[in-house]
């Protein structure tokens, strides 16, 4: 039962894991994922690579390529433990799968690595995760219309969520929030949204909104529960030093 289960969730999310994978950022990324297995497995480069095997078989991995392999696998099964999405699932794959990369090779020809590492850094600087467009049921604010709408009706609680679009936890998170609006929008509970990666200047400056928009602060994706226009929880929250504190799901 324990293989089953991952199993049939694998095959439900099936359909939605090829459309990603059919979009260029994650086809550029499936390729660069594989640049070092292509390049130790193509005839006529790999005969000319380095290796360190005891029958001179440069086409195929040494003892320390495979060593490599398995530890970055096993922080891979770590870390897809706080995956919550599909798209966290994909992401920290593909995130990993670079670094070993990178590693092999640097140790394989420091010409070779500098190389792929600039290919890294020239496609996270100018590639980005394709933003979630499907079904919502969430009204977007601005730094002009969050307190009307807040204190229209004092019966409707709203959950907002502040997020900005260059944070990859807020691109993972906003299939999770688009479905849970989805699900449990009403007369009495509505569900918004502030791009504070727009509006953090003046967010930042006022007291019950305040949300820091820095990289360093994890405060992203920050949920805050409003009734009556008043804000009554939030998560994460900020200890007095401005920090993110820690939480899971049982706290609430």
């Not at 694998?10 to 640049?35: D, E, G, I, N, R």
């Not at 320390?64 to 994909?90: D, K």
Request: with cysteine; charged share 20%.
């Amino acid at each position: 039962m324990a293989l089953l289960t991952p199993l049939f969730a694998f095959l439900y999310h099936l359909p939605q894991v090829y459309k990603w994978l059919l979009k260029p950022y994650y086809v550029a990324s499936l390729f660069m994922s594989v640049a070092f297995l292509a390049v130790r497995k193509t005839p006529g480069i790999c005969d000319h690579l380095a290796t360190q095997r005891e029958d001179g078989n440069s086409c195929d991995f040494d003892w320390r390529e495979v060593e490599i392999l398995m530890f970055l696998s096993a922080i891979v099964m770590m870390t897809e433990q706080r995956a919550i999405t599909v798209e966290q699932h994909v992401g920290n794959i593909i995130l990993f799968s670079k670094v070993a990369n990178v590693i092999l090779f640097f140790r394989l020809d420091i010409r070779m690595g500098l190389l792929y590492l600039t290919l890294c850094i020239v496609f996270l600087m100018t590639c980005k995760p394709p933003l979630y467009m499907g079904p919502e049921y969430i009204k977007y604010f601005s730094d002009k219309t969050i307190d009307d709408e807040l204190d229209r009706d004092s019966r409707v609680t709203w959950i907002v969520e502040f997020f900005a679009n260059w944070s990859p936890e807020c691109q993972s998170f906003a299939s999770v929030y688009a479905d849970l609006s989805l699900k449990y929008n009403c007369a009495g509970l509505k569900f918004g949204k502030v791009d504070i990666g727009r509006y953090g200047e003046v967010f930042q400056e006022v007291r019950q909104y305040k949300v820091s928009a820095s990289p360093l602060s994890k405060q992203l994706p920050s949920l805050v529960l409003f009734q009556g226009g008043k804000e009554v929880m939030r998560r994460p929250q900020v200890d007095k030093k401005g920090r993110a504190v820690s939480w899971s799901f049982t706290e609430v």
